[in-house]
Structures are given as C-alpha cells and as structure tokens.
C-alpha cells in the first residue's frame, strides 16, 4: 500500500498519483515523532514539578497551623486536586 496518494485536479480527468515516502519525508517523520515525545517528556516533567511545588506548599501552610479549608479559601488554586 501507498504511503502517500497525491491528486492533481489541475487536469480532466485528475491524474492521481501513488508513491511512497521520499527519504527526506521518512527523515521528517522520524523527527516530528522525536519532538512529539520530547515534548511529552516535557509536559510529564512540569507536571511532576508542578504537583511537588503544590504539595511543598500545602504541607509548610499546614506546619504554620493553617487547616486544608483555610488554604482552599486563600488559595483557591493551590488544592490537592489541582
């Protein structure tokens, strides 16, 4: 099967054309698929980050005495759920 199906509606009747990657289209590929997982990587990172600064953040407001609820209230952002 084709990898790539190309149509010129240019002509009458449109000349349809079937070929497979080209290597600088396979090379692309492989590329887009690095940088689709780097970035993923990425996302997952922060997010790790994120819910460690959150939870740092929740436990020092509990040391200072400050309940769940009363942080809720201040913070409304700065949840367990988040």
């Known amino acids: ?3 790539v199906i190309e149509t010129d509606y240019t002509t009458n009747p449109p000349t349809v ?3 497979d990657f ?3 289209e396979l090379a692309q590929l492989e590329a887009d698929r690095l940088a689709d997982e780097q970035a993923a990587q990425a996302a997952a ?3 790790a980050a994120d819910k460690a600064a ?3 953040a929740i436990a020092h407001a509990n040391s200072l005495g400050f309940t769940d609820a009363m942080i809720a209230v201040m913070y409304p952002n700065l949840t ?3």
């Open 1 to 3: 099967m084709p990898d």
């Open 17 to 19: 054309t079937q070929r």
């Open 22 to 24: 080209t290597p600088d």
């Open 45 to 47: 990172d922060k997010a």
């Open 54 to 56: 959150r939870d740092a």
């Open 80 to 82: 367990m759920e988040a």
